[in-house]
């Protein structure tokens, strides 16, 4: 059994977020972790791995579906901790380090997603539903307020 959720074995960094969820919470400037070949734009700008969006000035309103795989999960969330403005969207994993030590601390809101996302495979496919839920994370209280009023279906909390 995978207890990890974050990678396993046959697991990629290479995931999309469904189209609609995106739509759902508006127009972003940049996306530092965006596909190599995306299915649909993210932003306005987007960075994919060849461009090292970790190293790159981030401006904006920023969405980050950062890759899962362990340290660049947590260089892109705190990265966009200390921009301060965007959305991310990790799994729902409140007890790791990374939500206690830096999504707590500094994020404004987060909406508890009521099902489980089945992202999109480079080829266009649908994925399988993961092991574990998602959560956005809003940074900046103008973003607070798009997941509080987004019609995507989940329990909001705001945190800060």
């Known amino acids: 059994m995978n207890t990890r959720f974050e990678k396993s074995v046959h697991s990629s960094d290479e995931w999309y977020t469904p189209k609609e969820i995106l739509e759902a919470l508006g127009k972003f400037d940049l996306d530092p972790c965006a596909p190599v070949r995306p299915l649909w734009p993210t932003a306005e700008v987007m960075y994919n791995r060849n461009m090292d969006g ?3 000035k981030w401006e904006g309103r920023v969405w980050l579906n950062p890759p899962y795989s362990r340290p660049l999960i947590e260089l892109f969330v705190r990265k966009l901790a200390e921009h301060g403005n ?8 409140c007890d ?43 940074f ?8 509080k009023n987004c019609t995507i279906e989940g329990k909001y909390v705001q945190i800060n």
């Open 96 to 138: 790791s380090k990374m939500f206690q030590d830096v999504i707590f601390e500094k994020a404004d809101g987060m909406k508890f997603l009521r099902h489980r996302i089945r992202f999109y495979r480079p080829d266009g496919t649908r994925g399988d539903s993961p092991g574990c839920g998602s959560i956005l994370i809003a």
């Open 140 to 147: 900046g209280k103008d973003n607070a307020e798009v997941l």
């Open 54 to 56: 970790l190293s790159r």
């Open 86 to 93: 965007g959305i991310a969207l990790l799994f729902n994993r």
